[in-house]
């Protein structure tokens, strides 16, 4: 049998998600915690993990190079890729916002100079708002350009928000409330929506799972 192939993002997401996944059901040999690893095989033989950087899920799952993906909702709306979302695994919770100072985005605005990761996002959102931008795309530091003269305004996720209040910028506008969620490969869902629906109750198990052991703590 060929088994299910899930890529989950590295880091942070890949931790929760193999939580999750355990669980669930799914069992792991030991070297699944060992980073180096790129493919780990459920010891059922069943499902795969492929860790991949966040903004590689979509793409490995919409060429259908994994069946699954379980990535941020954040990427998932700047990528755009043509895949279905089924779930949100209601962690990695944050918000996507427009921050800046406090005067940076005044109501009767028409143009702004934007810097974010997000520029798919960035420009679908004012181009809704009827304001013309520029917009310059950042791979980190994101908070430092408009305390630069780089840009008004950032695009950008927050969780506390204190990273903008220690460089004394605030949040202006949310965009959207993002967390973790499940993605499909269109033909995976089409072919294998037995063995889809068996990965997706293993997750909702696990995340119920995780409910329950947090209201009884």
């Given amino acids: 049998m060929v088994p299910m192939k899930i890529a989950v993002a590295k880091g942070r997401i890949a931790e929760k998600a193999r939580e999750l996944l355990s669980e669930g059901g799914i069992a792991f040999p030991d070297t699944l915690y ?4 790129l493919v780990i095989t459920s010891l059922s033989e069943d499902f795969q993990l492929l860790f991949v950087k966040a ?32 779930q949100d695994l209601g962690f990695g919770k944050c918000r996507l ?22 520029p798919a996002i960035a420009k679908n959102y004012f181009d809704q708002a009827g304001i013309r931008t520029e ?22 996720i927050v969780e506390t928000g204190s990273t903008l209040r220690d460089n004394g910028l605030v949040v202006l506008r949310e965009i959207e409330k993002v967390s973790t ?18 990965c997706m109750d293993l997750l909702k198990k696990g995340v119920d799972e995780r409910r329950a052991d947090y209201h009884n703590a």
């Fill in 34 to 37: 060992d980073e180096r690893k």
């Fill in 55 to 86: 903004a590689d899920v979509p793409t490995y799952v919409e060429k259908g190079a994994a069946d699954i993906g379980i990535v941020g909702k954040d990427t998932i709306m700047e990528d755009g890729k043509d895949v279905y979302e089924l």
């Fill in 97 to 118: 916002v427009v921050a800046g100072f406090s005067d940076s985005f005044p109501a009767d605005t028409k143009s702004l100079s934007v810097a974010t990761k997000y």
């Fill in 135 to 156: 917009i310059s795309r950042l791979n980190g530091s994101i908070e430092l350009a408009p305390i630069a003269g780089l840009s008004d305004v950032i695009v950008d």
């Fill in 181 to 198: 969620r499940v993605i499909v490969n269109k033909a995976s869902y089409a072919t294998k929506t037995a063995e889809v629906k068996t």
